[in-house]
């Protein structure tokens, strides 16, 4: 049996939480950042971009008028978590002149994947009409996201925006950093850990697997923290593979890094990570 095809071996792989015994420990450190983050930032929480469960996202606002927005989505394997234990990632971009958006979905087992994914087009939606309202410019958004929420970044950069409603442009999203993302959903749908929640089939897999779809026009910066799972890893190389370095120009490992402490590099201004989402917002 192939390894990739061997539930031992993907439920070892894919399973963080048991890969990093203290992961506990880095949620209630999101958290309680988080937490700082709502009560001191120029913020909006909680408003609404459809009539959907959990279709709110929250804005945290830059000073500079005009200003590239950056949308975090968060992960959990599309079944966990919620944008209030993301809030830290905004003040580090907030103050070197970005906007930015963090927005929910609902969860697994009650909608699925392709649910979500067409909730955070919804979303990329209204920030496109509602940006220059609290300070942003439309024109330059870029997505960003963590594990699931790399692969939902992945997703939008993907997406046929005119497809969804002609008065949008082609080209929304102009760029996407995706960290620790999940690009080919086959050894997910094997997962047995994640079987009974995702529900995926063989062909949700292929309408929702990045890895399948044609080269973008926009870049996508995709890294992996260098202590994550082999999995992990090939997931990485694997959209190098298939997009090619023009569509991936960047594709590298964080080093000393797992799947949860590699989010804290995004909102530490002397980390690379941080600079590569400053690039990708023109501010760099």
Request: glycine share 6%; with cysteine.
């Amino acid at each position: 049996m192939r390894r990739d095809h061997d539930p031992a071996w993907l439920e070892q792989q894919y399973d963080n939480r048991a890969l990093v015994p203290d992961y506990a420990s880095h949620l209630q450190k999101w958290a309680e950042a988080s937490d700082w983050t709502r009560r001191h930032a120029d913020a909006v929480l909680d408003q609404r971009y459809g009539d959907g469960a959990n279709e709110t996202l929250d804005l945290f606002r830059a000073s500079a008028p005009n200003a590239p927005v950056l949308v975090f989505i968060h992960g959990g394997y599309w079944r966990a978590l919620d944008k209030r234990d993301f809030s830290f990632v905004a003040p580090s971009f907030t103050a070197e002149g970005a906007l930015v958006v963090v927005p929910n979905y609902a969860l697994a087992p009650a909608v699925t994947i392709e649910h979500i994914t067409l909730q955070m087009v919804r979303a990329l939606q209204w920030v496109h009409r509602h940006a220059a309202a609290h300070g942003g410019d439309p024109s330059r958004i870029v997505v960003a996201g963590h594990s699931a929420g790399g692969h939902l970044a992945a997703m939008m950069l993907s997406c046929r925006w005119k497809e969804v409603d002609a008065e949008l442009p082609a080209q929304l999203v102009q760029g996407a950093l995706s960290i620790s993302g999940l690009y080919d959903l086959e050894p997910v749908r094997r997962a047995p850990f994640l079987q009974v929640d995702l529900g995926l089939t063989p062909a949700s897999v292929r309408r929702l697997s990045p890895a399948f779809f044609p080269r973008p026009k926009g870049k996508l910066y995709s890294v992996v923290g260098a202590d994550e799972s082999e999995a992990f890893q090939r997931q990485n190389q694997l959209i190098r593979d298939v997009w090619g370095p023009t569509a991936v120009p960047v594709c590298e490992p964080v080093q000393h890094a797992n799947h949860f402490s590699v989010l804290k590099r995004l909102a530490d201004p002397q980390a690379r990570l941080h600079e590569l989402g400053l690039r990708l917002l023109g501010l760099r």
